[in-house]
């Protein structure tokens, strides 16, 4: 499974510092990683995130 840990500012999204389940584009949890790439990097850590899809 792959992970992407959040790194961006925008907290309506997704918390800074949060690691998600990638699913080509998006997060597990439905947030686009392609309109924002910048803030997003691949991580090997534990998900953190808490929605339905990623935990």
């Known amino acids: 499974m792959a992970k992407i840990k959040y790194v961006g500012n925008d907290t309506k999204k997704s918390e800074n510092g949060k690691v998600h389940v990638k699913e080509g584009n998006y997060t597990g949890c439905g947030a ?4 924002n790439p910048q803030d997003w990097e691949s991580t090997s850590q534990p998900v953190t995130c808490e929605k339905r899809g990623c935990k």
Not at 32 to 35: A, E, F, K, R
């Open 32 to 35: 686009q990683i392609n309109d």
